[in-house]
């Protein structure tokens, strides 16, 4: 594979500041005279309440915003499916604002496979009716902004309800959103999930939107889904180019989508594409926040050529696996050995004794994507999602805020 100078460079500067030789250790010395066009990037954390990781526990003086996630849109209005278990664990979640009073505590409405959107959104009657339930909403709970997670406008994602005209009333329902935030005594922050891909925002009026969200949180993740029998980079940060890989199955199968009409380019995915397809588009830079797996996906089956990546597998070992299930499992077993694309800029894992591959984000990855969102001028960096990171030293969060903080 081929590597270019630029992202050769960058690699070496990673491990040299980073202490890529062990991928729980971050070093975060400050650099002199280290410019950046946005030096106090947001750090934004989806949280799912668990049992064994209480709002107690959760390190909010490394964040600047938590989403909890997530409410629904039930009988036209957001609401918790489960209230009795959801509701004290927001409450208790806003109580630790006390610890950091600067934190912002947000409420996420969807998620994958969550439906109701376009229904909701169809009138402005049903907009109001659902703009109103969120007002009283985040009344109730004190909070201080919502992510709107509508997967995906005009595009059914696993079986949703989609019409054409979603495209506009995605726009009408987030000016009403705005509105309606903008009532409050207290400044309040509104978001919404984009997709990492470029089809995504051939259904979204991103000019119009923009004019009324503090940000879009662009999901870099997944870029190689769960459903690919082909290995390649989940959440890759870089530039990828197709002679990158060339020869290889994943390859063949990127070219086969491009004829096809299924993708809009032949190259493959990364936070980098994105964000300068959307700036080019008139996104300001300061509105993008981009994202960070704390997951990986493992993949079986998987022959030895490139050391598994780019490679067609027998099957999706594991759908999805948590940060911490990595660390515990996987980066400690002398049958797995890390590998570095510096194009992707992205980690890879592979066991050659048991054929299988893993694609995810790393402590040296991580803090990558955060020093580029620096460097870029961008909003910052959020991630999917808190309660899958380690709880040990060294977490993924922990390589985010250092370098957030040099």
Not at 192 to 199: C, D, E, P, T
Not at 269 to 277: H, T
Not at 285 to 310: D, H, M, T
Not at 320 to 328: K, S
Request: proline content about 5%.
């Amino acid at each position: 594979m081929t590597i270019c100078l630029r992202y050769f460079c960058g690699l070496i500067f990673a491990f040299l500041i980073l202490g890529c030789s062990s991928p729980t250790t971050v070093s975060k010395d400050p650099i002199p005279d280290q410019k950046y066009s946005n030096p106090y990037p947001v750090i934004m954390a989806y949280y799912v309440p668990e049992r064994n990781f209480e709002p107690e526990e959760i390190p909010v003086e490394k964040l600047t915003h938590i989403i909890f996630s997530f409410t629904k849109v039930i009988d036209g209005e957001m609401k918790f499916r489960n209230p009795e278990n959801f509701g004290p664990k927001l409450e208790a979640l806003v109580q630790q604002k006390n610890r950091n009073p600067e934190l912002k505590v947000m409420i996420a409405c969807g998620g994958w496979g969550a439906d109701g959107f376009s229904d909701m959104a169809l009138t402005e009657e049903s907009r109001a009716k659902f703009v109103s339930s969120a007002r009283e909403f985040i009344e109730e709970y004190n909070l201080d902004g919502m992510d709107m997670d509508w997967e995906y406008p005009g595009i059914s994602g696993a079986g949703t309800m989609a019409r054409p005209e979603d495209k506009e009333n995605f726009t009408a329902l987030m000016k009403s959103l705005r509105e309606m935030l903008d009532s409050f005594d207290s400044p309040k922050v509104l978001t919404f999930a984009s997709a990492g891909w470029k089809r995504y925002f051939d259904f979204v009026e991103m000019d119009e939107v923009m004019k009324y969200a503090d940000f879009t949180n662009v999901m870099t993740y997944d870029q190689v889904s769960g459903n690919s029998v082909y290995t390649g980079h989940h959440t890759p940060l870089g530039m990828m180019k197709s002679e990158q890989y060339q020869g290889t199955p994943f390859q063949a199968q990127m070219d086969s989508l491009y004829k096809a009409g299924r993708s809009q380019d032949a190259d493959p995915r990364s936070a980098e594409k994105i964000v300068d397809f959307l700036v080019e588009r008139g996104v300001d830079p300061k509105q993008i926040v981009i994202g960070s797996a704390f997951y990986g996906r493992v993949w079986g089956g998987v022959p030895p050529e490139n050391n598994g990546l780019f490679q067609l597998s027998e099957r999706m070992h594991i759908g999805w696996m948590a940060y911490h299930q990595i660390r515990e499992k996987y980066e400690p077993d002398d049958n797995f050995e890390r590998f570095w694309d510096a194009n992707a800029q992205a980690p890879y894992l592979y066991n050659s004794a048991d054929s299988l591959f893993v694609s995810y984000d790393d402590t040296v990855s991580v803090a990558l994507k955060t020093r580029y969102t620096m460097e870029k001028g961008l909003g910052g960096i959020m991630f999917w999602e808190l309660g899958n990171d380690t709880k040990e030293e060294g977490s993924l969060l922990d390589a985010i805020y250092k370098t957030a903080n040099e």
